[in-house]
């Protein structure tokens, strides 16, 4: 299971990458494996404003739909259009190209709540 140590990990299963002000937010390769197939996902609105813990969207699989949840506060600046046709880049690419949305951090501060790579995989295998 890959957890890439640049990023950081909220205990819903959630990854933050940072650059500046702004985070990136997707599901982990965990979520996406314990979902299964992912068949639709529901995002924010670009302009909508989110406080941390906030359910922001939904991702469903042909097993159920789960809640995800911002790891951090902030206005949602991008959210990854191309998830609308193809859902199923969170199974091939969780990293990557199946990223969610990006937020512009209100207090990039929070950030140093969530838990890094050997933290989130400790975490996992419990």
């Known amino acids: 299971m890959e957890v890439p140590v640049n ?7 959630e990854w933050v ?4 002000n702004r985070a990136r937010i997707g599901i982990t ?4 494996q314990s979902l299964g197939d992912i068949v639709f996902v529901e995002l924010p ?3 909508d404003e989110l406080t941390a813990q906030d359910s922001f969207g939904v991702v469903e699989s042909v097993k159920s739909a789960s809640d995800v949840y ?3 506060s902030g206005k ?7 998830l609308l046709d193809s859902p199923q880049l969170i199974n091939s690419d969780p990293y990557g190209k199946g990223w969610l949305i990006e937020v512009e951090m209100n207090d990039p501060s929070e950030v140093d709540n969530l838990l ?5 995989r400790k975490l996992i295998s419990e």
């Open 45 to 47: 609105q670009v302009g």
């Open 76 to 82: 949602v600046v991008t959210v990854n259009e191309a």
């Open 70 to 72: 911002t790891p951090v």
């Open 7 to 13: 990023l950081r990990y909220s205990k819903d299963h």
């Open 29 to 32: 390769d965990y979520a996406q």
């Open 116 to 120: 890094d790579a050997e933290s989130y």
């Open 17 to 20: 990458e940072v650059e500046g």
